[in-house]
């Protein structure tokens, strides 16, 4: 009998987890599957938690949150033997998103019972790991403030961007990759491991998670008359159309700043540093997927 552990994270995304235990215990498949549910206290819980298990030999480790406790539970299992399952219960649940694992928690367990199993890449900023995305500039500055909100979902985030987008400049960025430097000004300079960047928009619409490549958006700061176009081309997966934007795909980039800025790691705000080194992990990460 394998040994599978769900680490719930209580506080993510709008919807409530008091009944998670009792919808695992009656949808898993208790045949095939010995469990345990762990509830996170705080940050980095859920990486504890996650190497703990990993360590004992669990077969699967589940994350029961959004992208940032994804990412949480990622940190440790990543190169172990173990597998990553999700029942996304976030705001954006990009990753899930991505992999096109069920929102409904019933049809999220039934992707678990089956059991496929992908090898996929993962990525690190400087020393911080992450799965889906990652960012520096204005969307980290947005991460920084949606942390700090009382609501979570689209809502509450579309508000965030509201509020600081009109005063925010366009920041300066030197940044070597492939050989080449390019120097420039932009709003925000994105890290794409996946295709997604949340509540089902995506930057860089042609990224593969098991391409041993991130997709490296440059985003220029569009007027404001052109936001709902081009929030619309987010939505439709065509923002590589837009001339604000350059793509690159590479796995290695050096991005330097002059000032310390709010870099966004799956939806999750950091301090970075005034150099970011991205880089690819391929393969390093066994997910389960429908």
């Known amino acids: 009998m394998k040994q599978i552990v769900f680490i719930v994270n209580p506080n993510s995304g709008i919807f409530s987890k008091d ?5 695992i215990g009656a949808h ?75 929102l409904i928690r019933k049809k999220a367990i039934e992707v678990i019972n089956i059991g496929n199993t992908k090898q996929i890449d993962t990525a690190c900023m400087n020393e ?17 403030k949606f942390s700090q909100e009382g609501f979570r979902g ?26 080449q430097k390019i120097v420039t000004k932009a709003l925000f300079v994105a890290f794409a491991n996946s295709d997604q960047f949340g509540f089902q928009t995506s930057i860089a619409p042609n990224a593969k998670i098991d391409d041993g490549l991130i ?20 939505f439709w997966r065509k923002i590589d159309k837009s001339n604000h934007i350059q793509i690159f795909k590479t796995d290695d980039v050096l991005v330097k700043t002059k000032k310390n800025r709010w870099a966004n790691l799956d939806g999750e705000p950091i301090k970075a540093g005034k150099e970011l080194r991205v880089k690819v992990n391929p393969n390093s990460l066994n997910v389960i997927i429908p």
């Open 19 to 23: 009944n998670i235990h009792e919808v």
């Open 215 to 234: 997709d490296v958006a440059i985003v220029k700061k569009p007027q404001l008359i052109e936001i709902p176009f081009l929030a619309g081309l987010l």
């Open 128 to 144: 911080h790991l992450f799965v889906s995305i990652a960012g520096i500039g204005f969307d980290g500055k947005v991460a920084r």
């Open 28 to 102: 898993l498949d208790k045949n095939r599957f010995e469990y345990q549910v762990k509830y996170t206290e705080g940050p980095g819980h859920a990486t504890e938690l996650s190497k703990e298990w990993a360590g004992k030999g669990a077969d699967v480790v589940v994350a029961v949150g959004g992208d940032g406790s994804v990412n949480e539970v990622a940190r440790g299992l990543v190169f172990s033997t173990t597998s990553l399952g999700i029942i996304p219960a976030g705001s954006g649940n990009g990753l899930a998103h991505h992999l096109k694992i069920p």
């Open 154 to 179: 689209f809502v509450a985030y579309l508000k965030v961007v509201t509020e600081l987008y009109p005063g925010y400049k366009p920041k300066k960025y030197e940044i070597e990759l492939n050989g």
